[in-house]
């Protein structure tokens, strides 16, 4: 299953407006623990962390258990301050990681 | 929608018909056989519903929000996906774009009639048997498989491209023998549960079994996400979850029996909007 | 949604199925083990697990709101919302919020790590649900205290279920 995102939010916001932004993943977060049907078991592999960088530095971060669901929504928000880029990246067990970028236009 | 199907008569209380009769267990000294029969007597009881309802009229507003809510509905991803392999181009191959150009436009609506029966080999074909028709016939490449990701991907964009229509299929001419074979189908009982598609899905529809509601099993929202799954799947697989369901035998993805029953169940969805992608439970 | 009750009121601490089992089990083959070790570990009681995020203070209800539905057709995916009041301001904002499901096999299910930035502490996400259980929300304050809120969810299971 290849990784993708849907990452919904405004494109414009005035200086100092409060924006939500909607994330939604496509991971299986396979939470590990069945037999593999050889003797050995199905390691966990899920996306572990969620990582959100605007305007120099992070403002905001999920870590992430078995608990949350397959395909996982998340919602948060963040005070739009100056035009730039928004850095989502997913961190998944192992390793790998995802990145996606939206832009923000502050008026 | 305005389909009438035999089905329902017997759901009025009429009784079985007279070749049904033998099927059901008499009331006995058994206990459990009396209580059987006064649970069959009590499905007989049960006024069908008037019409069909979509999948969704049965889930919570919740979900019917989540459904219709693209930033919600993980489904979009597969119809994405789909859109990408679509217009891709295999190598040493067209791409399906190349053929059906705009799609968007060529190809809305094209779901609202399958399945439908293929002209030239008189074969029910649903949305994923034309797809691979024309994979392994005109691209000559290799089937994608039924429930691969690819053909998933494949079938929820073409499907997604009539979303809004209302489910458009022939049930008669060369499609009749099918349609006949599906509604067979659908009355027969079956498993070890002894049951018909027919008894819940039009003696109970609205009431609960365990956790769920039951519906009219309208298949407009497949391909579908389905939360059980946390994954998108097919009409046939949620068919084959049925069957299980019952203790009846599973057929294959693709099979004929789960073919004529995709017809019979889209002839009775008839009117009904495409929901494609759709999220059940 | 939060309740006034105790959230493990109402809650007797059973052993699971699967430890009644294993412990029937030993104490056929071994009955002269003591009846502790036969009931196997019983779950992780929630004030702990809350104890052990809050490095031992007790959190005070109250300014947070968990928004979960009482009732879900499906635990695979399960809407969550937690608002906290807060003005997110350098001086006085949420630092996280911290999500447990005691009957979960891993009751630590999510941190959501906010800052002043965020403007509104106002988070949601979907949950994975392995039974009927209580949700809880910690949220970490900067001034040092610790709010909670939580909510009784029943789970109930689809019709036919498929296993694949």
Known sequence: MPFNARITMPAEARAGDIIEIRVLARHPMDRGGQSDGKGGIVPRKILNRLTATYAGEQVFRLDMNTGISANPFVSFTTRAVETGDIVFEWREDGGATYTRTSRLVVT | ???????????????????????????????????????????????????????SAFLSPEMRRQQDDETRNPAWFWVEQGEELFSRKPPNAAACVSCHADPKQSLRGAATHYPQVDAASGKLLNVEGRIEQCRTERQKLPAFGYETPEMLAMTAYVASLSRGLPVDVKTGGAAKPYYEAGKAFFERRQGQLNLSCQQCHDGLVGQKLRGDTISNGAG???????????????????????????????????????????????????GLPIETPGIRR | MSSPISPRSGRPELPTRRAVVAGGAAAAAFAVLPARAQQGEPPQPLAELIARITEGAVPERGRIVLDIPQLVENGNSVDVRIRVESPMTEAEHVRWIHLIADKNPFPDMA?????????????ATTLRLATSQTVTAVAALSDGSYVLADGNVVVTLSACIDGG
């Open chain 2, 220 to 270: 407009t929202g497949y391909p579908a996400y389905r939360l059980e799954w946390n994954d998108v799947g097919s009409l046939h697989r949620r068919l084959r979850a049925c069957s299980l369901g019952v203790r009846a035998t599973q057929f294959d993805y693709g099979s004929p029996e789960y073919l004529a029953l995709e017809l019979y169940l889209a002839g009775r969805a008839k």
């Open chain 3, 111 to 123: 941190r959501f790590h906010l800052t002043p930035r965020a403007g509104r502490a106002e988070v």
């Open chain 2, 1 to 55: 929608m305005g389909n009438p199907s035999s089905g329902r008569e017997w759901g009025r209380g009429e009784g079985l018909p007279p070749g049904r009769r033998a099927e059901c267990r008499s009331p006995g000294r058994h206990g459990l056989a009396f209580q059987i029969a006064g649970f069959m007597a009590f499905l007989l009881a049960v006024p069908a519903s008037a019409e069909i309802k979509s999948g």
